[in-house]
């Protein structure tokens, strides 16, 4: 089944797609699920239980609160950031939770959600059990979900994850990059153009347009956030025990006093500025964009910004044949290969993320489908094997920089992309093959769990 471009960018909230967002939605699907079938007003008791990567670096990740958040009935879309914390701690300190917001049963997340990481379970690292019970103790149901990354969730038995994409023909459905070249070269049609095709078999153009330019606003809103721009929390450390202090407020009241042209690096400080800022809004629960994920979250939005205001020409038409091209890229790693950290390291999050970002900037500048796709390898090839061990189980070190680094990463890509005439060695689809044996080689102790690299070398203090 073909994916949507809103299936590859949701509005959620952070720090994690994979262990937040995918958990509150789980959890929002089992509540729902105990109501359809008449069983909400029997519960009497909801336990949960968090495996392997989800258990392993829950508690960093935030994944007891998007837990709680779901069984009330939040979806991660539509849950106010601002009032999320006060939600849980209502629940934490009365012991009581409000099934989908009107069924009240007693709670306590110390009992009642289990961290369980050093088991597993074969289907996927993010796996999660949630069981209600009737005051008898009774089981009413149980279901097993995996939080597959970038917020897509798989209810066990299941065969995919649900998607935005409806049972109907597209005019250019593709499921490789050799596919997708190829309807490009005989349409004589960008990359953008496929997609958007595509898009309005489901929907009407307008309200595709409308979709991608809101997804682009809250990525502004966003990065305005993470400057400290009307958000007085950006003052305080980053939740957690590091107590890392936000960088990037300081970092845009430093550039935007500057003088125009005195560094003919600014732009460079500018797309670190912009990327540091939406992953610093992460990592503190506020509102983001899974791009492909959260954990990559800045990579996307820091160049588009990059795109906005440093590319003669920039316009709304290029904004949205960036989000296109990107979504595009994106669709082929998600259908090939992996954007879960937990599954293939972090080569399938800020990886990923730079290279949809390298080929949508290439795209946006004009470049031939061909140079598209060499961007887009590009991106990849130069984070082949990149390890996800966040310090903490927290993500911010080192998420919040990788972020900047992937961004930068990725305008390279497009430049040296578009200084060629599209013609390469390496495919697209080589290198996403590539990347998903690279995760399978990979240890477990480098795939978010906390168990190795800086996770392991860094003193938390």
């Known amino acids: 089944m073909m994916l949507s471009a809103f ?32 069983l909400l007003a029997r519960a009497a008791r909801v336990q949960v239980e968090l495996f ?17 958040l779901g069984l009330m009935g939040e979806a991660p879309d539509t849950v106010d950031p601002a009032r999320a914390a006060a939600q849980v701690a209502g629940v934490r300190r009365d012991k009581r939770l409000p099934l989908l917001g009107t069924h009240a049963i007693e709670f306590d997340p110390q009992r009642d959600i289990a961290f369980l990481g050093e088991r597993s379970m074969p289907e996927h690292p993010n796996a999660m059990r949630v069981a209600a019970f009737d005051a008898a103790g009774a089981l009413l149901r149980e279901a097993h979900y995996f939080s597959v990354g970038g917020g897509f969730v798989v209810e066990g038995g299941a065969e995919a994850p649900a998607t935005s994409a409806h049972a109907v023909p597209l005019p250019f459905p593709f499921g490789t990059g050799d596919e997708l070249m190829a309807h490009a070269a005989a349409q004589q049609r960008s990359i953008a153009s496929l997609v958007l ?8 153009e307008a309200e595709v347009r409308a979709g991608l330019l809101r997804i682009w606003q809250v990525m502004q809103d966003c990065v305005q956030r993470g400057f400290g721009i009307g958000n007085a929390q950006a003052a305080e450390p980053l939740p957690g025990a590091l107590h890392m202090r936000r960088r990037a407020p300081e970092l845009y009241r430093s550039l935007s ?7 003919p690096l600014a732009a460079m400080d500018w797309v670190n500025a912009f990327a540091m800022a939406v992953n610093e809004e992460n990592a503190a629960g506020g509102r983001v964009v899974t791009a492909p994920t959260n954990g990559a979250a800045g990579v996307v939005p820091a160049v588009l910004h990059y795109y906005v205001k440093f590319v003669p020409g920039a316009g709304e038409a290029g904004v949205i044949d960036f989000l296109l091209t990107a979504a595009a890229i994106g669709m082929l790693y998600k259908t090939n290969a992996s954007i879960s950290g937990a599954e293939v390291g972090c080569q399938g999050e800020v990886g990923v993320a730079c290279s949809m970002a390298a080929g949508a900037l290439a ?14 390898e590009i991106g990849m090839e130069h984070n082949l094997g990149l390890t996800c061990d966040p310090v903490g189980g927290l993500v911010q070190i080192p998420c919040v920089e990788r972020n900047a680094m992937g961004a930068v990463k990725a305008i390279n890509a497009a430049r040296m992309a578009l200084r060629g005439d599209g013609s ?9 093959r590539t990347m998903k044996q690279t995760g399978e080689d990979m240890k477990f102790t480098y795939k978010e769990t906390s168990l190795g690299g800086l996770a392991v070398n860094v003193v938390e203090c």
């Open 363 to 376: 795209a946006a500048q004009g470049g031939t489908p061909r140079q598209v796709e060499n961007a887009a």
């Open 197 to 204: 095709a595509n898009e309005c078999a489901w929907r009407p």
């Open 257 to 263: 006093a500057g003088g125009a042209g005195a560094d």
């Open 424 to 432: 390469h060695y390496v495919s697209l689809d080589t290198i996403i």
């Open 7 to 38: 299936d590859i960018f949701k509005i959620g909230i952070g720090p994690s797609s994979s262990h937040t967002v995918g958990p509150m939605r789980a959890a929002l699907m089992f509540a729902r699920s105990l109501e359809a079938q008449e």
């Open 52 to 68: 392997g990567s989800l258990g392993a670096t829950g508690r960093g990740h935030a994944t007891d609160q998007g837990v709680l």
